[in-house]
T-cell receptor, first 112, second 115 residues
Framework: DQQVKQNSPSLSVQEGRISILNCDYT??????FLWYKKYPAEGPTFLIS?????DKNEDGRFTVFLNKSAKHLSLHIVPSQPGDSAVYFC???????????FGKGTRLHILP | NAGVMQNPRHLVRRRGQEARLRCSPM?????VYWYRQLPEEGLKFMVY????????ESGMPKERFSAEFPKEGPSILRIQQVVRGDSAAYFC?????????????FGPGTRLTVL
């Protein structure tokens, strides 16, 4: 039962353009959402997060948008850079919950 | 300030052998989490430990798997009598507290291959 869904296994974006990665969730008890970036042979690295009481959080080139009514969030990267090529995991936690629930990931390719 | 350390990075075992995976959390962190990533899948939670206590093991298989985080030394994830289906990347994460907004920092993972 996939509680966090990333329906696009891969995405290719031209360098300098905007990358938009999407994520849907089913559990309305989630109250904290995270994006992780992962390079091959490394562990996931925290990128950005958003609390359920907000609808937007921005950090440099990275912005996360949350639409609670649609149970949807997205990560925007602008401008996209070659070093952004990686697998991006959407993840969620419930209030007072210890575990993080991960999606299956989206592999982002930044094209020169 | 060293990050989360895991060893070995790669582990090969034959079916029926035991696998021991070690995790040293970041300095100052007393909360450890283990996750497993099967090929083409996301990371799946296995167990959450604090020093000398298992807090949540809801993601642990009921048999053959165990975890500990002793007062001294690293956290250990132990898999007895490994089977081919145990082949995966096992990631450890640590945090300084267990509350919802606290970031978990991940180690580089141990890639277990069962022959």
């Amino acid at each position: 039962d996939q509680q966090v869904k990333q329906n696009s296994p891969s995405l290719s974006v031209q360098e300098g353009r905007i990358s938009i990665l999407n994520c849907d969730y089913t559990n309305s008890m989630f109250d904290y959402f995270l994006w992780y970036k992962k390079y091959p042979a490394e562990g996931p690295t925290f990128l950005i997060s958003i609390s359920s009481i907000k609808d937007k959080n921005e950090d440099g080139r990275f912005t996360v948008f949350l639409n609670k009514s649609a149970k949807h969030l997205s990560l925007h990267i602008v401008p996209s850079q070659p070093g952004d090529s990686a697998v991006y995991f959407c993840a969620a936690r419930g209030n007072r919950d210890d575990k993080i629930i991960f999606g299956k990931g989206t592999r982002l390719h930044i094209l020169p | 300030n060293a990050g989360v350390m895991q060893n070995p990075r790669h582990l090969v075992r034959r079916r029926g052998q035991e696998a021991r995976l070690r995790c040293s959390p970041m300095k100052g962190h007393s909360h450890v989490y283990w996750y497993r990533q099967l090929p083409e899948e996301g990371l799946k939670f296995m167990v959450y430990l604090q020093k000398e206590n298992i807090i949540d093991e809801s993601g642990m298989p009921k048999e053959r798997f165990s975890a500990e985080f002793p007062k001294e030394g690293p956290s250990i994830l132990r898999i007895q009598q490994v089977v081919r289906g145990d082949s995966a990347a096992y990631f450890c994460a640590s945090s300084h507290s267990g509350t919802s907004g606290t970031e978990q920092f991940f180690g580089p993972g141990t890639r277990l291959t069962v022959l």
